[in-house]
Structures are given as C-alpha cells and as structure tokens.
C-alpha cells in the first residue's frame, strides 16, 4: 500500500467518507461522502460536531498526535488495536517478515477492514484466510507464551494457523488483559473466529483469557462475581459466563440478532484521550449523555454504574471503558452496557495508594457520600439515595456470590478490604 493512500470509511454497507494521511506533515484528513449527506441517512452516526463538521470539504486533524488516537480522528481511531492487540499484530507481522515500525495508521485499519468491534468497516482491506474452527486451548497456550516471551519470541518458529487464528480473534477487541472475539454455532457448539461472523445462527462472545495460574488467582473469575454482582444491583450487563472455570466469556453488545451494531467508547466520541486526568470525569461523560440526548434511564444506569465502581473498588472506569450505542433506527445514541467491572488491582500486592481513573467531583480519591450527591444533584437523579443504601448494603451478598463461584477467600477478604463504605444516615 502507498503510504498516502486512502481508506474508505463505510457502515451498514454505505460508504461514509475517506480517511488519508500525510505522513510529512503528520497529519489526517477527513472527507464525508456527498452522497451520504445529501441522503440524509444515518447523519448521527458521528454526532461531536466539534470533531467532525456535517460537510463535504476536507477535514484536517493535526491534534491528536498521541499514543491514544496515532494521529487519526477519535471516532477512526476507536478502530485501533489497543495494548494486548498491538502485542499480537507486532508477533503476527514479524512472522511474515513485515515489522510494525513500518506500517502505518492507514495500514492498520486496512488489516482492521470488517473485522473490528462495532460496525465501522475500512477499504481496501488487506487479504486474510477465511474461518476455520479453533481450539480454545490452544489459543490460550499460544497467547501465554507470546506475552511470556516477549522480545525473545521468534515468531516464525510459531504455530503459522494458530498464529493466525490469533491475530484475527485478539487484535481487535480493545483493553490490556488478552482477549478473543469468538463465534458459537447455536446448532453445532463449533466455535469459529469471531472477527468477520455475525450471523444470527451464532452466539457471538468477547473472552477474556486466564493465563496466570503462577499468580495463585483467576482474575478472570473475580471479574465473574463483579459482573453476577452489578447485574444483581441493575447494571444491565449482557449475558456473560465461565468457560472450564477459567476464561470469563461475555456476549457482544456490537454483535445483535445478525446485525452489526455501531458503538464509540467516550474517547471515540469526544476526543478526549482516556490517559489525561484534566478530561477524565465522570462529570464528563454525563454531560456526554446529555448532549446525545440519551433517556433518563441511561443517565440514570451511569449513576448506578458509578456508584458501584466507587464502592467496591472498580478504580480502572477510564474514558474507554464506557461506549454509547447507535440505534440506526431512529438514528439515535443510548449508553452502551457496562463492561470491564471488576477489581483492577492484584489483590496479593499491598499498594500504598489507590487512585481512580475518573475524577468526581474534583476527586479521586477519599471520596464521599457528599460527593456522590452532588452528582445526585447536579444530573438530578431520583432516588439516589436509595442507590447508595442498595449499593452499601449489598457488600455481603457479594461476598456469598464470590464464595460460591469459587473465589479463595484469601483474595476475597484483599479486595474488600478496598471497599469504600458510607454513612448513609
């Protein structure tokens, strides 16, 4: 690929605009498809016009040359592999003697193409094989002795298929832990790369990988009883469950009734990059929701959301961990379901201090029950109240739900020590 070519930008099958890069300048450029808004279809789809300008002339970014967004749009650079995926695209490449310092942004989203979470999809894409089923061990044996190995990995001395298979499943679903993006035949059980399938015959999951064993603890398992937990308290969570007692399998939100669905995380959306303190608020993402006119169930989902991640320790609630889900419908935004809720620390390491990824009120840690009510106040959530008492109270039923699925108690006892308990009264 010439290195100032350009992509095409499409969802629901419709070509939305060309994305180019200027590698001299460094810098991108935009450019919304006439056709599209002269249709007056789907025009929502990117909604910041801060970020992006309902017009056909070309746009240019040169802001946001950072780690987060590599110089690309936010709503484009939400497509990106994130940590553990740049792991497995760098091991990939090297055993096809190609070497990542040399691929560009654009390169990168022609080797996303149509296999990215969500529903936006890149052209012209690199060629990669069709599905063939995979073995879940073999996956995990695999992943475990590239992150184990390193810089002293050769990658051509890996298993070619299963490296593949690797590559396909776990360099597009975001975050840092190893994950894989399966597909389950309702009729047959076979279990299929899930980047390209979304068919309806398939049950499609996001599988977070326990490779720790040597730690003497399933974080896998942890984030198990978290989700049991919030779902318990009225987090809508999708459908998520163990597979062997060990890798925590959760259904894709972005992947419903045989259709793709369109979703962008807070950053995606807003640009503002999730490893800046000064843009990481909870205030922040309410104030999103207000501006894509999301129901009041969904301001008030995030309250519930925010409240437990306070209460039992859920530091990590940075701006990528919260996404808002496009309904092509009615070309309206809601607040995506929770994900990524669980204990973010290793339990068995004694830390000196615990700071959150989102500020509250001006805070991020000591937190208060006065702080929780002002953003009561302030996103005039009713019963809020009552939130915190069902929260707070609820600590102990967390505790028999960690017990029974398995949890050592030793490691159950670390993480509740974090806890954060108010007076209520």
Not at 213 to 222: D, G, H, P, T, Y
Not at 290 to 310: A, G, H, S, T, W
Not at 341 to 354: A, D, M, Q, S, V
Request: proline residues 3%; glycine residues 4%.
């Amino acid at each position: 690929m010439a290195k100032n070519n350009i992509i095409t930008v499409t969802c629901f099958g419709i070509e939305i605009g060309r994305i180019g890069l200027d590698e001299n300048q460094q810098k991108t450029y935009f450019q919304y498809n006439a056709d599209f808004l002269n249709n007056d279809v789907f025009l929502n789809i990117f909604p910041n016009h801060s970020i992006v300008k309902k017009t056909s002339q070309t746009q240019v970014y040169n802001k946001f040359n950072n780690d987060t967004f590599k110089g690309l749009p936010p709503f484009i650079a939400d497509s990106l592999p994130d940590v553990f995926g740049n792991i497995i695209f760098k091991t990939w490449l090297e055993a096809n003697n190609k070497n990542l310092n040399q691929i560009t942004v654009l390169e990168q989203l022609a080797y996303v193409s149509n296999r990215g979470m969500g529903a936006i999809e890149y052209l012209p894409s690199k060629e990669i094989s069709s599905n063939t089923a995979i073995n879940l061990n073999e996956i995990t044996s695999l992943v475990k002795e590239v992150l184990n190995s390193k810089n002293d990995l050769k990658a051509n001395a890996l298993n070619a298929e299963a490296l593949l298979n690797v590559f396909k499943i776990g360099s597009s679903a975001g975050g840092a832990r190893p994950k894989i993006l399966i597909s389950e035949n309702k009729t047959t059980g076979e279990i299929i790369p899930g980047d390209i399938e979304y068919a309806k015959d398939f049950n499609h999951y996001l599988v977070k990988l326990s490779i720790d064993e040597e730690e003497n603890f399933n974080k896998e398992l942890v984030e198990y009883a978290y989700y049991k937990h919030a779902s318990f308290l009225g987090i809508e969570m999708m459908a998520s469950h163990m597979i062997e007692d060990k890798h925590f399998c959760t259904t894709r939100f972005d992947r419903q009734n045989g259709e793709k669905k369109h979703i962008l995380t807070v950053s995606g959306l807003t640009g503002w990059d999730f490893k800046d303190p000064i843009q990481s608020s909870y205030e922040n993402i309410f104030d999103l929701g207000l501006y894509l006119k999301v129901p009041y169930q969904d301001i008030e989902q995030l309250y519930k959301r925010m409240v437990f991640n306070v209460v039992f320790c859920n530091a990590d609630d940075h701006l990528k961990n919260h996404s808002f889900l496009f309904n092509k419908n009615n070309n309206a935004w809601n607040l995506a379901p929770a994900y990524d809720i669980t204990y973010p620390f290793n339990p068995l390491f004694n830390y000196k201090r615990k700071t959150r990824a989102l500020s509250i009120n001006n805070k991020r840690t000591d937190l208060s029950m006065k702080d929780l009510l002002h953003i009561a106040e302030k996103y005039t959530i009713k019963q809020a109240q009552n939130i915190i008492a069902n929260t707070l109270n609820s600590i102990g039923i967390w505790e028999n739900t960690a017990t029974e699925i398995g949890v050592p108690s030793k490691i159950m006892e670390s993480i509740k020590k974090d806890f954060v308990v108010f007076d209520t009264k």
